[in-house]
């Protein structure tokens, strides 16, 4: 492909992306397929002689697409978000044409200019505190992760580092080894699992903070623990907070856990890898609240603030503490140009009203499943998230879910809540209207009404 091809390609490509998305709702949401379906499809081996460009193309509709799950469909409400805008997806070509590995500023100025001034912009949209803002002089500042996974497990291990040289410095005999064998972490029991692989990559022990009634986790119990552990010889030296959980999107008392935290010299960070770009909007800022005693701070405009996969963005304090760790791998791609076209061509306004406008179709799902006395609420919705089910058994819930995942006009995941299996309903997609949750919503009740009439027989 010469560059005349590419512009005739290109052009037809984003011809074929616009239809796509365009037309995505007519799609079935899940794929109806058996794992291994594509490899009868394609060759064994990769051919020796090119092959035409057309050949290509037409294998993306027998081959690919079958097998897509269409998380830009409306009527996808499984996971949490997977942001997308045309923007995003612009600027991801331009990232691709100038091809850099920024891992340094050498490597490619603009790289690495442009993301601190986008973390700068960012935090300033979320009012972090000034401390984690780079500016000129500042002592903290962000960086773009590729996943929120990465950021907890480089906060981890930077707080690692920075538990064994306070050790150390108390006590300059004591080995890192003898040191490391008695670092104990902490993080809820509704954490991602990420936060418990961090710990195991990290090789430190981690604890699993019991939650109250509304899934949160509360200053007396994290104090509890670390006076049990500090009292068995063990050194607690750091904490992961989730604000918004996987399973509900329960926040933890920031206010509460940042003051012990600092007391303990444990390092508070923050996972809001979904809730937090709803940050961005006044309204929902105070769940922020007591961002201030953190040491770290990450969510991902990759779910919710309409930059396509990847962008998680995290912030630190110091950035000395983590300069030796400042991400995994070693290059790095032009991320920051994403954000950069998606702040500008949506404005701050433009943000908050995409992130208001999904809390409202999840408001307007909830009344729906209020007003139905079949189904119970079974947590807060603060946010876009809608937990669920059926008044009943986890067994008839399981079976509902399984239909609904059969029917594949709508696609939703379970969760576990204090044991019980609950249907989560999360607003995902840019274009999802009111019309799209009235049809999910009926689907649901004619699925039920089926389901409960064959089990009344
Ligand atoms: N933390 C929370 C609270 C999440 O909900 C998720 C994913 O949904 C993650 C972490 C993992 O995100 P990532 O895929 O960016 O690592």
């Known amino acids: 492909?010469?560059?005349?091809?590419?512009?005739?390609?290109?052009?037809?490509?984003?011809?074929?992306?616009?239809?796509?998305?365009?037309?995505?709702?007519?799609?079935?949401?899940?794929?109806?397929?058996?794992?291994?379906?594509?490899?009868?499809?394609?060759?064994?081996?990769?051919?020796?002689?090119?092959?035409?460009?057309?050949?290509?193309?037409?294998?993306?509709?027998?081959?690919?697409?079958?097998?897509?799950?269409?998380?830009?469909?409306?009527?996808f409400f499984a996971y949490f978000p997977a942001a997308s805008s045309y923007p995003a997806m612009v600027a991801d070509m331009l990232c691709g044409a100038i091809g850099c590995i920024g891992f340094s500023w050498a490597a490619s100025p603009a790289c690495t200019e442009l993301e601190t001034v986008m973390l700068d912009w960012l935090g300033k949209m979320l009012q972090l505190p000034e401390c984690f803002i780079a500016g000129t002089h500042g002592r903290g500042g962000g960086v773009i992760q590729g996943t929120a996974s990465e950021a907890t497990l480089i906060s981890l291990l930077a707080a690692r580092c920075k538990a064994v040289r306070r050790v150390q410095t108390i006590n300059a005999k004591k080995s890192e080894s003898e040191i490391l064998s008695k670092l104990v972490a902490y993080t809820s029991d509704q954490a991602h699992s990420s936060v418990e692989r961090a710990a195991l990559i990290g090789a430190v022990m981690m604890r699993k903070v019991p939650t109250d009634n509304r899934y949160a986790v509360r200053k007396e119990m994290l104090k509890k623990m670390v006076e049990e552990d500090k009292a068995a010889g063990l050194i607690p030296f750091y904490f992961c907070a989730t604000l918004g959980t996987t399973p509900s999107c329960a926040f933890d008392h920031l206010t509460e856990l940042g003051p012990l935290c600092n007391e303990e010299n444990m390092w508070m960070h923050i996972d809001a890898a979904y809730a937090g770009s709803a940050f961005i909007c006044p309204e929902f800022r105070p769940l922020l609240n007591g961002v201030e005693f953190a040491d770290s701070f990450n969510f991902n405009p990759h779910k919710w603030l309409l930059v396509n996969f990847d962008c998680s963005a995290m912030w630190v304090k110091e950035r000395a503490d983590i300069i030796g760790h400042w991400q995994i791998p070693l290059g790095r791609r032009f991320r920051s140009l994403k954000m950069w076209f998606v702040f500008r061509m949506y404005g701050l306004k433009g943000l908050q009203a995409h992130i208001r406008k999904q809390v409202a179709l999840a408001k307007e799902f909830e009344s729906l499943v209020r007003a139905d006395k079949r189904f119970e609420i079974c947590a807060e919705v603060v946010l876009g998230l809608v937990c669920f089910r059926l008044k009943g058994s986890n067994e008839l819930n399981q079976e509902l879910l399984k239909r609904i995942t059969k029917s594949r006009e709508i696609h939703l995941v379970p969760c576990q809540l204090s044991g019980r299996f609950v249907l989560r309903f999360a607003i995902c997609a840019r274009t999802t209207e009111s019309h799209h949750i009235q049809q999910a919503w009926q689907h649901i009740t004619q699925l039920t009404f089926e389901l409960l009439q064959e089990a009344s027989h």
Request: cysteine-free.
């Open 1 to 75: 492909m010469d560059a005349a091809e590419f512009r005739r390609r290109g052009k037809e490509m984003v011809d074929y992306v616009a239809d796509y998305l365009e037309n995505i709702e007519k799609r079935p949401v899940y794929p109806d397929l058996e794992p291994g379906y594509l490899r009868s499809l394609i060759p064994n081996e990769a051919p020796l002689e090119p092959e035409s460009y057309e050949d290509i193309i037409k294998d993306v509709e027998r081959v690919i697409m079958p097998g897509v799950t269409h998380w830009h469909s409306p009527y």
